[in-house]
């Protein structure tokens, strides 16, 4: 009996341990975070504006930066230069999310069937139907967001 309860212990530090980490990993990578690249923002600091306008969602308004200029180059950047990156990072980033939660899922589902009893298939099941909505959840927020700063 004893011994039961030392494994009941260990597994359950060992499940605390494993959600810190599964949640902290990300914050201290950055793994699931956007990929900018150089210049892709307006930074005042950096940069001179030369184009930008107002879009408004009815409660919220805000400016949108159309074109830049580096005061150190000279270069001129505008949002339609980095079109094609934002594309793609809106699906890496949903490709990322959706892996990094089959890891979460598969967990879940273990700790649930050796725990509450359930089967494992029914639990992953249910898990990965989350997974799969914050995964679309993460790549609709990017390309609405595209959409809204090119038009």
């Not at 923002?41 to 308004?61: C, F, M, N, Q, W």
């Not at 298939?121 to 139907?129: K, L, N």
Request: net charge neutral.
């Amino acid at each position: 009996m004893k011994l039961h309860n030392l494994e009941e212990n260990l597994s359950r530090n060992a499940e605390a341990i494993f959600w810190a980490a599964y949640l902290l990993i990300p914050l201290f990578t950055g793994l699931l975070a956007y990929n900018w690249l150089p210049h892709e923002a307006y930074s005042p600091d950096r940069d001179e504006l030369i184009a930008s306008h107002e879009v408004s969602d009815g409660e919220k308004t805000g400016t949108v930066h159309d074109a830049w200029k580096d005061k150190k180059t000279g270069t001129i950047y505008t949002i339609s230069d980095f079109e094609e990156h934002r594309r793609s990072e809106s699906r890496r980033m949903a490709y990322t999310w959706f892996g990094y939660g089959i890891i979460g899922c598969a967990f879940f589902a273990f700790r649930q069937s050796r725990l509450a009893g359930r089967k494992y298939v029914v639990s992953f099941t249910q898990a990965m139907a989350v997974n799969i909505v914050i995964a679309l959840f993460t790549y609709f927020t990017n390309e609405a967001t595209n959409n809204r700063i090119i038009q």
